[in-house]
């Protein structure tokens, strides 16, 4: 496994005070947070950031890894904790609910604790089954329309014989039904985490995510398609093809359309009980006048036109 | 780390209208009842039915998965994530309205 540096994580000096690295890490949260943030890597830095935290807010975890650290590993340098690396050391448990949320290096340290803690801090009212785990997964808009199988690796920490624990990686095989949408939660029973002290596990949660689409914009069931029309489609109407996740379709242009007129082609969206819609929204495009011909057919327009966008502004003023 | 397995995993998918009892959605959510009635006492989560046979929507899992990691990550008090749930919601609304408009909302 690879050594974390915890310091470099929260932007801190290694000799900064406690406060320094609670600021250090509010700030972070505030720009990482993937609740507030659309950084494109935004879960994945405030999972180190937190894991940073975890250690270096905790004055006895701090102590055991500052005593590593000054053995001269350096950030992604190859490491094995050494035996008794934790001795005359105190800290208790792991991160509160974070397993599997932490890196192999996080479990290898301070994960061996939680077993303990977690055995003692049973949540009343409970049986004795797993906690349930939360992932997210990522699909494409023809998953949802047609259905698919997708294979998610999960990490889930385990404790071996002795005691210590590792994070072993599990590929699960999903089935996505058709129709899912955004937000949408899969329940996976049994595939959380077992309890520590042994039990039927937990079930696995994934929410689900679509990858932006090239074409289609996603409001719940309904899509959204950008379609560039010529003025004279718009003016004088038109049928055309437009593309929809089942293959393209023909459809007729109402004459006198404007740009940003919306039409619906009805249960082309996402299948459902009842189906979402396709809205076709169509874009003007003008052709450009560098070449003779088509500046001949602007100026044949501006002279036979009485056409003024602006004359409503006129009578304003 | 390599010894990974697959494991073919039946999925349920959680429509709209599944319903959950407090103590399964709170299990669901990663937290606790007391967790689960003090978002109701702030009026974050509005559950249907009676006590003491109250239900949750599936869809409200994501919400309090929301404000647990928002309370987290900047210890803060459960109104001032009542707070920041409300503008997230709002933004999203706008950004929805943009979307919609066709406006890049990158």
């Given at each position: 496994?690879?050594?974390?540096?915890?310091?470099s994580?929260l932007g801190v000096?290694?000799d900064?005070?406690?406060?320094d690295?609670?600021?250090?890490?509010r700030?972070?949260?505030?720009?990482y947070?993937p609740?507030?943030s659309?950084?494109?890597?935004a879960?994945?830095?405030?999972k180190?950031?937190n894991?940073a935290y975890?250690?270096l807010g905790?004055?006895g975890k701090r102590?055991?890894?500052?005593k590593l650290?000054?053995?001269?590993?350096?950030q992604?340098e190859d490491?094995?904790?050494?035996p008794?690396?934790?001795?005359g050391?105190?800290?208790?448990?792991?991160?509160?609910?974070?397993?599997?949320e932490f890196?192999?290096?996080f479990?290898?340290?301070?994960?061996g604790?939680?077993r303990?803690?977690?055995a003692r801090?049973?949540?009343?009212g409970?049986?004795a089954?797993?906690d349930?785990?939360h992932?997210?997964?990522?699909?494409?808009?023809?998953d949802?329309f047609?259905?698919?199988?997708r294979?998610i690796?999960v990490?889930?920490p385990e404790w071996d014989?002795n005691g210590?624990v590792?994070?072993?990686e599990?590929v699960l095989?999903v089935?996505?039904?058709?129709?899912?949408r955004?937000?949408?939660?899969?329940?996976?029973?049994?595939q959380?985490?077992?309890?520590?002290?042994?039990?039927p596990?937990?079930d696995?949660?994934?929410?689900?995510?679509?990858r932006p689409?090239?074409?289609?914009?996603l409001?719940?069931a309904d899509?959204y398609?950008?379609?560039?029309?010529?003025?004279?489609?718009?003016?004088l109407?038109?049928?055309?093809?437009?593309?929809?996740p089942?293959?393209p379709?023909?459809m007729?242009?109402?004459?006198?359309?404007?740009?940003?007129?919306?039409?619906?082609l009805?249960?082309?969206?996402?299948?459902?009980s009842?189906?979402g819609d396709?809205?076709?929204v169509?874009?003007v495009?003008?052709p450009?006048?560098?070449n003779?011909?088509?500046?001949q057919?602007?100026e044949?327009?501006a002279r036979?036109?009485a056409?003024?966008?602006?004359k409503?502004?006129?009578?304003?003023? | 780390m390599s010894?990974?397995e697959?494991t073919r995993?039946?999925?349920?998918?959680?429509?709209e209208d599944e319903?959950l009892?407090?103590?399964?959605f709170?299990?669901?959510?990663g937290?606790?009842?007391?967790?689960?009635?003090?978002?109701?006492?702030?009026g974050?989560l509005?559950?249907g039915?009676?006590?003491p046979?109250?239900?949750?929507?599936?869809?409200?899992i994501?919400r309090v998965r929301?404000a647990?990691r928002?309370?987290?990550?900047?210890?803060?008090s459960?109104p001032s994530?009542?707070?920041?749930?409300?503008?997230?919601?709002?933004?999203e609304?706008?950004r929805m309205?943009?979307?919609?408009?066709g406006?890049?909302?990158?």
């Open positions: 496994m690879q050594f974390k540096d915890y310091y994580a000096a290694p900064a005070s406690a406060d690295i609670k600021r250090a890490r700030k972070l949260a505030r720009k947070h609740d507030l659309k950084e494109p890597n879960a994945e830095r405030m180190e950031i894991e975890e250690v905790d004055a102590a055991a890894y500052d650290r000054a053995g001269g590993f350096r992604g490491f094995r904790p050494p008794g690396w934790d001795e050391f105190e800290f208790s448990g792991g991160a509160d609910g974070a397993g599997g890196s192999d290096f479990e290898a340290l301070f994960g604790l939680r303990h803690a977690g801090g049973q949540r009343p409970f049986t089954r797993g349930d785990h992932a997210s997964m990522r699909i494409d808009l023809e949802a047609m259905g698919a199988r294979q690796t990490q889930a014989e210590r590792r994070l072993r599990r095989d089935a996505i039904p058709k129709g899912i955004a937000g949408q939660l899969l329940r996976l029973p049994g959380g985490q077992p309890p520590p002290g042994g039990g596990p937990g696995l949660y994934l929410e689900v995510h679509f689409h090239p074409l289609y914009r409001d719940g899509l398609l950008d379609l560039p029309v010529t003025p004279w489609e718009a003016a109407g038109a049928a055309v093809r437009v593309p929809t089942a293959g379709v023909e007729q242009i109402p004459a006198g359309s404007d740009n940003g007129r919306r039409l619906r009805r249960g082309r969206g996402l299948p459902a009842s189906p396709l809205y076709v169509l874009r495009v003008l450009d006048a560098t003779p011909k088509a500046r057919i602007y044949t327009m036979d036109l056409f003024d966008p602006r409503d502004l006129e009578k304003q003023t | 010894d990974a697959t995993g039946a999925a349920v998918l959680l429509d319903r009892d407090l103590p399964q709170a299990q669901a959510c937290t606790t009842i007391a967790y689960v009635e003090e978002m109701i006492l702030e974050m509005v559950p039915g009676e006590r046979g109250i239900v949750f929507g599936a869809a409200e994501t929301r647990l928002l309370q987290r990550d900047f210890d803060a459960l994530v009542a707070v920041m749930l409300d503008l997230l919601d709002e933004i609304r706008l309205q943009l979307w919609r408009a406006a890049e909302t990158g």
